[in-house]
T-cell receptor
Framework: QQQVKQSPQSLIVQKGGISIINCAYE??????FPWYQQFPGKGPALLIA?????SEKKEGRFTISFNKSAKQFSLHIMDSQPGDSATYFC????????????FGTGTRLQVFP | EAGVVQSPRYKIIEKKQPVAFWCNPI?????LYWYLQNLGQGPELLIR????????DSQLPKDRFSAERLKGVDSTLKIQPAELGDSAVYLC???FGAGGLNEQFFGPGTRLTVL
């Protein structure tokens, strides 16, 4: 029940295309869903996050869509660029609790020019 | 502003040898985390500190792993003795306070190879 399932494992997108990464969770107590971006040799960095009181959050080319009833959330990268090539991790935790972040298994995104 | 600093960046050791990793968090961050990241996997929490106190070490294999944060600033994670299966990246992160809304800032990690 603590798992966060992420798909696909890898994704290849043409420059200018849309990248979509999906995550699903089981624990309905989770109420904070961040996405992290990790470049080779670097630690993960927070990209964007959402609370379940909204169904969508957009920051620039990055959008999180959230479906509370389905217990699923996804990251959409619009106009994908070669610089977006990285590994993306979804995660989940409880806001008002010192519980830990549970990370998905990651999606390696490659954007070709 | 300096980020989370970790050293060494890479370490290669023989199995059964001891190894230690060091982390210096972002100044002012009282919460410090050690994560294990296996190849092709997401980070998994090993231990979380609030100042000097280890408040969540439930995932730390205490038979061979130990950690300390004596003055509530930098921290050391030790493995003794190391096993082949310990080969992974060890990430340190820090945040200003615990709880989901406090962004965790990650260091670059230490890549450990056990031969």
């Amino acid at each position: 029940q603590q798992q966060v399932k992420q798909s696909p494992q890898s994704l290849i997108v043409q420059k200018g295309g849309i990248s979509i990464i999906n995550c699903a969770y089981e624990n309905t107590a989770f109420d904070y869903f961040p996405w992290y971006q990790q470049f080779p040799g670097k630690g993960p960095a927070l990209l964007i996050a959402i609370r379940p009181d909204v169904s969508e959050k957009k920051e620039g080319r990055f959008t999180i869509s959230f479906n509370k009833s389905a217990k699923q959330f996804s990251l959409h990268i619009m106009d994908s660029q070669p610089g977006d090539s990285a590994t993306y991790f979804c995660a989940a935790s409880k806001v008002y609790n010192t519980d830990k972040l549970i990370f998905g298994t990651g999606t390696r995104l490659q954007v070709f020019p | 502003e300096a980020g989370v600093v970790q050293s060494p960046r890479y370490k290669i050791i023989e199995k059964k040898q001891p190894v230690a990793f060091w982390c210096n968090p972002i100044s002012g961050h009282n919460t410090l985390y050690w994560y294990l990241q296996n190849l092709g996997q997401g980070p998994e929490l090993l231990i979380r500190y609030e100042n000097e106190e280890a408040v969540d070490d439930s995932q730390l294999p205490k038979d061979r792993f130990s950690a300390e944060r004596l003055k509530g600033v930098d921290s050391t994670l030790k493995i003794q003795p190391a096993e082949l299966g310990d080969s992974a990246v060890y990430l340190c992160a820090s945040s200003f306070g615990a709880g989901g809304l406090n962004e965790q800032f990650f260091g670059p990690g230490t890549r450990l190879t056990v031969l």
